[in-house]
């Protein structure tokens, strides 16, 4: 909130704050608050949370210029629009498949950490090999990670999520699951160590 | 577009989700419409004098904008002066974007269209109000257009009412030129500004 000042009671709010276009906040975080909502609830009502997550964002955006990091608060809303989806399901905070159902997706699982370090998404099969195949194989590989988050402890899946899949810093997450620092850093930090495991486990049965 | 480097572990849940929040973003902008939640719409169309943002209330069209005018800019002006609840929603724009068509195809010689004038206030209201008087190929001097005015002496207030006319093209600016019968400025530019008049010269 800004300090009330002399100046405060003249500039009307709107002149205040800076706000940009809204459509703006789904460019920017569409990805991000998609990824949190898939972890949360799981890729079938992902959805309809994210929908719900930007039109409560919507509903009271213009009285919120003081709000610094927006994914952050967009991250928030999509936890609580989570949480009452899971209410209202009474389901388990678990997306679908468990830990067993990646058996089919791990074979394909060619993608590995050194792989794509610093080409995320964009990676373009290095071996230029054959396009379809990559696909279908990157869809199986995904629900394998998918599946692999769902095993975690919720705080660890959360921490994962908010830091490495929406890029929140490790204060902001913290702020977000009501801890410290510290503890969000080390619930990220084992939450990939387990993750890692758990796939590097899965792929060498497989071959 | 998201900048957010995903570690590599977790890289191929991002595969094909630029598409899905593409889907989204459409779903969102058509619930957000029916809930009254998007303050302004905006869509952009191709014309002979460039590409023009329109943008509207729910009240009506509030703003046509030529690319000259930075569409950017426009549109965070927008946000400051009527709301930020902006998304590109091109239905409710469907009805100006069309009119503009027949327009510029000279199939159209005035608009009938529910106008937004929020971002003209006081004399410039007033200026834009009288600006449809001169019909379609016709012109008329900034002087003989403060003479229609409550301040008939307020010539260079009725250039800068024209120059910042939220609403060309559909409230006729274009049509005010110079005494001595040289064009004048356009906010359109100057070229905009002949091609108009030499096209509703020519579809009379």
Redesign the interface.
């Known amino acids: 909130m800004p300090a009330p000042s002399d100046a405060a009671a003249v500039i009307p709010e709107?002149?205040s704050t800076?706000?940009?276009?809204?459509?703006v906040l789904?460019?920017?975080?569409?990805?991000?608050v998609?990824?949190v909502c898939?972890a949360l609830v799981g890729p079938t009502d992902a959805?309809d949370v994210?929908?719900e997550t930007?039109?409560a964002a919507?509903?009271v955006?213009?009285s919120t210029g003081s709000v610094r990091n927006r994914e952050a608060w967009l991250v928030t809303i999509a936890r609580n629009k989570a949480m009452d989806h899971h209410r209202k399901a009474a389901r388990l905070p678990l997306p679908d498949g468990g830990p067993g159902s990646g058996e089919q997706g791990l074979g394909a699982?060619t993608?590995?950490?050194?792989?794509?370090?610093?080409?995320?998404?964009g990676?373009t099969g290095h071996g230029g090999g054959d396009v379809v195949v990559r696909?279908v194989e990157?869809?199986e590989?995904?629900a394998?990670?998918?599946a692999a988050l769902a095993t975690l402890t919720p705080m660890q899946r959360e921490a994962?999520v908010y830091h490495?899949?929406?890029?929140l810093r490790y204060a902001e997450v913290a702020g977000i699951l009501g801890n410290s620092e510290a503890a969000a850093r080390r619930a990220a930090a084992d939450g990939?160590r387990a993750?890692?495991a758990l796939?590097d486990h899965e792929r060498t049965q497989k071959q | 577009m998201n900048t957010v480097k995903v570690a590599g572990l977790l890289a191929p849940i991002v595969d094909g989700e630029d598409a899905a929040v593409a889907n989204l973003a459409a779903q969102f902008t058509a619930a957000a419409s029916a809930q009254g939640l998007v303050d302004v719409a905006y869509r952009m169309i191709d014309s002979p004098v460039g590409q023009l943002l329109l943008a509207g209330t729910e009240a009506g069209l509030v703003r046509v904008a030529f690319a000259v005018e930075g569409h950017d800019s426009v549109l965070e002006a927008l946000c400051a002066a009527v709301s930020p609840r902006i998304m590109r929603a091109p239905a409710r724009l469907d009805a100006a974007a069309r009119e503009l068509d027949e327009y510029f195809q000279g199939r159209r010689q005035s608009f009938d269209l529910p106008l937004d004038f929020r971002l003209a206030q006081g004399f410039r209201r007033e200026v834009l109000g009288h600006l449809p008087e001169i019909g379609y190929g016709q012109t008329a001097s900034y002087a003989a257009v403060a003479a229609m005015t409550s301040s008939p002496r307020a010539v260079r207030a009725v250039g800068t009412a024209c120059a910042r006319n939220p609403l060309p093209l559909v409230v006729p600016c274009h049509r005010v030129i110079r005494s001595d019968g040289s064009q004048g400025a356009y906010l359109g530019g100057a070229e905009a500004k002949s091609l108009l008049l030499a096209l509703e010269a020519g579809a009379k």
């Open positions: 709107q002149i800076a706000l940009p276009p809204f459509e789904i460019t920017h975080h569409g990805a991000a998609l990824r898939r959805d994210w929908q930007f039109l919507l509903r955006y213009p699982l993608v590995g950490e050194h792989g794509v370090d610093e080409h995320g998404a990676e696909s990157a869809g590989t995904a394998a990670v998918w994962v490495h899949l929406a890029g990939m993750l890692r796939l």
